[in-house]
């Protein structure tokens, strides 16, 4: 988890939006916008300088796409979390956007609250993605199994039906306690569950589990 107060770097080639982000972040308790940026090499540029705890980045940046800036953020600074701000909507690009190793997804036709939100999740370390992929995941959901004759389409993993529903609740931004509360287990169960996914499916770090989980459709992101 971030420190009490949250440095954030706006990253975006149209000054108009960055005005009106930084506005809009500013004007909540323990946040502080600690740069702007207008191109991919001034933003890895202004992250080696700042290391802000999160960059707000815009897909579509001079001389690099967001993600191949987002992914040089990560190697950059590992401890800074890049959330995506962007006008382009599609469910490949969301997967695309967990490959890069951001955290976040969201649109500019979203809403104030919604951008705040997925600021929000970020500052705790959760994803967050625009509701609309939500909807999208679910219609997606629904033509598959249709294809499948109703079936279920899960892909086969090395983990328990138990394991896969701990990955599912942690994916969707639940701590130890909420998921031993929902299974009716004990938090020391949940934790030995989650360190046998993270050793069984030899994940790195929380951000790898939530991109598993995403990926495979466990849970809409």
């Known amino acids: 988890m971030f420190a009490t107060r949250c440095r954030i770097l706006i990253a975006d080639d149209h000054s108009v939006v960055r005005r009106g982000v930084r506005t809009l972040l500013e004007s909540q308790p323990g ?4 740069g702007e940026a207008s191109t991919a090499a001034e933003t890895i540029d202004r992250v080696k300088k700042e290391k802000p705890d999160l960059v707000v980045l815009d897909l579509t940046m001079p001389e690099m796409n967001g ?9 950059e600074s590992p401890s800074t979390e890049v959330l995506i701000l962007t006008m382009h909507f599609s469910e490949e690009l969301a997967r695309d956007v967990l490959r890069s190793g951001a955290l976040g997804y969201v649109l500019k036709s979203d ?9 929000d ?25 249709d294809t499948a004759g109703g079936k279920d389409v899960l892909p086969s993993f090395p983990l328990t039906p138990r394991e896969i529903e701990v990955v599912q609740y942690l994916a969707e931004g639940k701590g130890n306690k909420e998921v031993a509360a929902a299974l009716r287990v004990s938090t020391r169960t949940v934790e030995s569950h989650r360190s046998h996914i993270m050793h069984k499916m030899n994940f790195g770090s929380f951000s790898e589990l939530v991109r598993f989980a995403v990926r495979n459709n466990l849970v809409d992101p």
Not at 31 to 34: D, R, S
Not at 111 to 119: G, I
């Open 111 to 119: 809403t104030d609250e919604e951008l705040l939100a997925a600021v």
């Open 121 to 145: 999740h970020a500052r705790r370390r959760q994803p967050f993605f625009t509701s609309k992929l939500a909807v999208a995941m679910a219609q997606s959901y629904m033509h598959n199994a």
């Open 31 to 34: 946040i502080e916008v600690c």
């Open 67 to 75: 993600l191949e800036v987002a992914a040089a953020v990560r190697q």
